[in-house]
């Protein structure tokens, strides 16, 4: 497949102002830092929230890959810390030791497009992302 058909079609200025909005959970996305992985738990078009398997410090800021198993890769996104939660081993809620919440910041205008597309793939799973790098 050489190009990518999307049911139902969004404009690109509708889409946006969802993919601003909706916040997509229950993910098979991962990010990649120079501190290690990380399992994406949220995202939205103004950022993400991760858990870490270890405690780990994480700058002010920095950048970030998101990646998933369909060979989907974003590569060095800037993102800016907003909250930390550190669980104590006994007292651990969930999976994670460490959840982290970030802001995306200075996207490139070729981001948001693979941004929008990692979107258009939540909603309409179809997509073959290959066609499109």
């Not at 102002?17 to 916040?23: A, G, L």
Request: charged share 25%.
């Amino acid at each position: 497949m050489s190009h990518i058909s999307l049911q139902p079609s969004l404009s690109s200025a509708s889409f946006r102002e969802r993919r601003k909005n909706d916040r997509y959970n229950e993910l098979d996305l991962f990010i990649i830092t120079a501190r290690g992985t990380g399992k994406i738990i949220d995202i939205s078009g103004d950022g993400l929230s991760f858990g870490c398997l270890y405690r780990q410090a994480f700058p002010a800021t920095w950048s970030l890959d998101i990646i998933n198993a369909n060979g989907f890769h974003l590569k060095q996104l800037s993102v800016m810390k907003i909250w930390e939660k550190s669980n104590r081993f006994e007292e651990r809620y969930g999976n994670f030791e460490l959840e982290i919440g970030v802001e995306f910041t200075r996207l490139s205008e070729r981001q948001e497009e693979q941004l929008d597309l990692l979107f258009r793939n939540l909603l309409f799973p179809d997509i073959e992302y290959r066609s499109v790098f």
